[in-house]
């Protein structure tokens, strides 16, 4: 069975730190853009941030210079480490990628940011 597992969400103080962690298992995806969302209650979800088998990144306006993707594709997991962080970026943060004919999403994990 080919899954996305997510880790690393949590509590934090507001300007603390978080790192996310999305493990594949049941596959490779080194060949594939990863992505994370993220989706507060009542509103849409929204793309967070990318990046591609060769490493080339791209953010949301909202998180840019705060957030970084990266990836191991040794270990065939993809990492956002959440910097600075904001009541804003309270959410319910899920690890996507997409291949011919079939979407992955991870199961997401809760991101509270609050004094």
């Known amino acids: 069975q080919v899954q996305l597992v997510e880790s690393g969400g949590g509590l934090a103080q507001p300007g603390g730190s978080l790192r996310l962690s999305c493990a594949a298992s049941?596959?490779?995806?080194?060949?594939?853009?990863m992505r994370w969302y993220r989706q507060a209650p009542g509103k849409q979800r929204e793309l967070v941030a990318a990046?591609?088998?060769?490493?080339?990144?791209n953010y949301a306006d909202s998180v840019k210079g705060r957030f970084t993707i990266s990836r191991d594709n040794a270990k065939n997991t993809v990492y956002l480490q959440m910097d600075s962080l904001k009541p804003e970026d309270t959410a319910v943060y899920y690890c996507?990628?997409?291949?011919?004919?079939?979407?992955?999403w991870g199961q997401g994990t809760q991101v509270t940011v609050s004094s």
């Open positions: 990046i591609t088998p060769g490493g080339r990144t």
């Open positions: 049941g596959g490779s995806f080194s060949f594939y853009t």
């Open positions: 996507h990628t997409q291949i011919p004919s079939k979407t992955y």
